[in-house]
């Protein structure tokens, strides 16, 4: 049962920046597509980066590219997504989620994902 903890939300101020970490354990699997989420209030649950866990190209939503970057550690089996150039429009609960197999076009959709985190709030103000 693979289990996934987010940490790393708070306040910034726009223009700023943020790292989000995602702790990854009981992942047993050949490969896992990793991937950040965001909802913010009143909107659906949208998907922000995705990565497979064997180290395919990462892959944005273009309301990010550029500014997101999403990596992992392997090592510390630690899914990360750091932010840069933050606006107002990033302010959302932020969730990691994993599903197994390798990222493919799906895996945009929340659908796809069968583990997910608790979801932590990043602030970005004016």
């Known amino acids: 049962q693979v289990q996934l903890v987010e940490s790393g939300g708070g306040s910034v101020q726009a223009g700023g920046s943020r790292r989000l970490s995602c702790a990854v354990s009981?992942?047993?699997?050949?490969?896992?597509?990793l991937g950040w989420f965001r909802q913010a209030p009143g909107k659906e649950r949208e998907g922000v980066a995705i990565?497979?866990?064997?180290?395919?190209?990462?892959d944005y939503a273009d309301s990010v590219k550029g500014r997101f970057t999403i990596s992992q550690d392997s090592a510390e089996n630690t899914l990360y997504l750091q932010m840069n150039s933050l606006k107002s429009e990033d302010t959302a609960i932020y969730y990691c989620?994993?599903?197994?197999?390798?990222?493919?076009?799906?895996?945009?959709?929340?659908?796809?994902?069968?583990?997910w985190g608790r979801g932590t709030q990043v602030t970005v103000s004016p």
């Open positions: 990565l497979s866990e064997s180290g395919s190209t990462p």
């Open positions: 989620a994993a599903h197994e197999w390798a990222c493919y076009s799906g895996s945009w959709s929340r659908n796809a994902y069968k583990y």
């Open positions: 009981g992942h047993s699997y050949i490969d896992y597509c």
